[in-house]
């Protein structure tokens, strides 16, 4: 069983960060519709303010930002728009990555695509289920035995944030099935609670 004070820790980590990252998820697919250049330039809600939200802005170069986000769409596009190891090893052959492999920023700008399936990976999230540099394959396959583990923990959360996480969710009418984005968003909360002790 999860201490109870971390689950008060991302009960209100989720409280605090939810109509922000719907506004973001939101922005994101306007974005794939419409191909705006203000989703680039534009501060409020943009794709540089969630680069710096999600602290994955020096992942990618300041110049490539424009390239990446073209790329970006394009894959969530393609067939392979759930591919995060794909898109990660794209980034890492291109010159946008500064050489390295940007597992987590796939994983973040992936999960604003689809956040019914992606979940941002991240070190805390890594170190809440006990591994090291990973693929995404390895991380979800350490994220479902952590829902399994800590299922009951997992419910008590979703059932305290439930009447308020609705009242935020009546403002994204659009968005369906909001109910497996706030599932996978209070699962993230909890692992970045505990990975971070």
Same mark, same amino acid.
């Given at each position: ?21 719907? =506004?973001?998820i939101?922005?994101f ?6 191909a705006s250049?203000? =989703? ?8 540089t303010?969630?680069?710096?939200e ?32 794909g898109l990660?090893? =794209? ?15 796939s994983?973040?700008?992936l ?5 019914? =399936?992606?979940l941002?990976?991240?070190?805390r ?10 693929t995404?394959k ?24 439930e ?5 935020v969710?009546s403002n ?7 109910e ?13 609670v505990?990975?971070?002790q």
């Open positions: 069983m999860i201490d109870e004070r971390l689950r008060i820790r991302a009960i209100g980590q989720f409280l605090y960060f939810y109509e922000t990252d719907l =506004y973001y939101n922005r697919q306007k974005f794939k519709q419409e250049e203000l =989703y680039l330039n534009d501060s409020e809600f943009s794709f303010a969630f680069l710096a999600f602290k994955i802005i020096r992942s990618i170069g300041k110049q490539y930002q424009r390239n990446v986000l073209k790329k970006v769409k394009t894959w969530c596009l393609s067939e392979q728009c759930d591919d995060v190891d990660s090893d =794209y980034l890492f052959k291109s010159k946008y990555a500064h050489g390295k492999r940007p597992l987590s920023f994983s973040k700008v999960f604003l695509n689809n956040p019914y =399936y992606v941002p990976l991240d070190s999230g890594m170190n809440a289920i006990g591994i090291r540099n990973c995404y390895d991380y979800l396959n350490g994220v479902k035995e952590f829902i399994n583990s800590n299922k009951s923990d997992l419910e008590y959360c979703l059932d305290v944030i009447l308020m996480a609705r009242k969710e994204f009418p659009h968005l369906k099935k909001i497996i984005i706030r599932e996978n968003r209070m699962l993230d909360k909890l692992l970045w505990i990975g971070g």
